[in-house]
Each structure stands twice: as C-alpha cells, then as structure tokens.
C-alpha cells in the first residue's frame, strides 16, 4: 500500500506531465498554424522579381524586329469644359528602326507590341497606336535610319506618376504547329516579354500648348 507521501508525489508528478503536455500541444498548434500561413503566402519559396531586364531612359532596346530608343513621356491633360469632361492621354516618344534580318520586309509597329506596365497587380495596357511622321500605320523600310514617333496609352484623367514603366514585346520568328495542318514556313508572331523601360514623364496640359 502506497504511502501518503507516495501518492502525494504521484499527484505532484502527474499535474506536472499535464501541464508540459499543455505546453506542447500549445507549440504543436503554433507550428501548424505558421505552417498554414506559410503555404497560404506562396511557400518557402523565395521571392524572384521580373525575369527581364530594365532600363532607364535615354533607353534602346531591340526586341523582334524593332530597335525602340526611348526618349522621353508626357502626361497630356485636356480639362474639364463646358461642352466636355476632362481627358488625359500618355505619350512616349521613341525612335524605331526596323531590324527585320529574318524577312527584310518594311512594315509599321503593331501597338500591341509596347504596353503600360500600371504595377500594383494592375493589368497591362497595350498601346493605342504608334504614330510616325504624324501618320498612324506609317511604314518603317528595313535598312534605313530610325523613325522619330510616339505611341500613345488611355489613362485616366486623374493619372499621375513620377515615374512610369513600358513593357516591350519582341515577336518571335517561328512557324505553327504544322500537325494541327498550319503551314509551317515561319513568320513574325507571339510576343514575348523582352524589357522594360523607366521614363519621368513630364505634365502637358492642352490649354498651355495654345
């Protein structure tokens, strides 16, 4: 038969296993829980940044069959009137000159080939149009010297930056998949991310250019 001492350490002995195991289970919870907030947030993984690379204008940047030299960006702003809301338009001034060593053929850059990079998880905002010489479409000959242009992006008419970002795609030279009965002689198409350029733009407003 146990003594009263015995069983008072028994007491002693089993309250103290209890509350160990509190503590653990405590911890065990703690490590589960992080756990679960690791894996919500994207893992372990480490964070990489963009896989092109970026430049500061003055910037050129060849990418399919363009080079682009970046110039310079303006804000336009057109206030608000009586007869209509206010208006804001970015331009990006930009010299193109046509590389195309593949076809040599002298044609105009799609706009969808340079886009506004919003950041902020914000979609892309492909180009409007790129003008050269004042006309839209206008057609950049393989072998001569650089184009002066603009092309121009929708924004806003609140929209302000120190500092925007243009992403510039350079479309591919291949052929389609000949199996799905396309031809396979290979032309320009499928723009792939090539570089990104920093500009400051400058602040335009419509009624000071008058």
């Known amino acids: 038969m146990e003594s009263l ?23 065990i919870a703690a490590v589960v829980v992080l756990a679960l907030l690791v894996l919500a947030t994207g893992g372990w993984k480490e964070k990489v940044g963009r896989a092109v690379p970026t430049f500061d ?32 338009e970015l331009r990006v001034y930009l010299d193109v000159r046509n590389v195309d ?6 044609t105009a850059p799609r ?8 950041g902020g998880g914000k979609d892309l905002v492909n180009s409007s149009y790129v003008s050269c010489r004042g ?27 120190d500092q925007i970002e243009i992403g510039i795609l350079g479309e591919q030279y291949v052929s389609d998949n000949g199996l799905l009965g396309a031809s396979e002689d ?23 250019e008058k």
């Not at 706009?111 to 919003?118: A, F, I, N, Q, S």
């Not at 006309?135 to 930056?161: H, M, N, Q, R």
């Open 57 to 88: 204008a003055p910037a050129t940047v060849s990418a399919g069959r363009w080079e682009f030299s970046f110039t310079k960006a303006e804000i336009v702003r057109e206030p608000k009137t009586e007869y209509s809301a206010a208006k804001a």
């Open 111 to 118: 706009g969808e080939v340079l886009r506004l990079v919003p």
């Open 5 to 27: 001492d015995d069983v008072i350490d028994d007491l002693i002995a089993d309250r103290v296993i209890r509350r160990h195991r509190r503590t653990w289970l405590i911890v």
């Open 186 to 208: 290979p032309y320009w198409h499928l723009p792939k991310a090539a570089a990104v350029v920093r500009l400051k733009p400058t602040v335009v407003v419509k009624d000071e």
């Open 101 to 106: 060593t593949e076809e040599h053929i002298s």
């Open 135 to 161: 006309e839209l479409g206008w057609v950049i000959v393989y072998g001569l010297p650089p184009e002066s242009c603009f092309t121009k992006f929708e924004i806003e008419p609140d929209f302000d930056a």
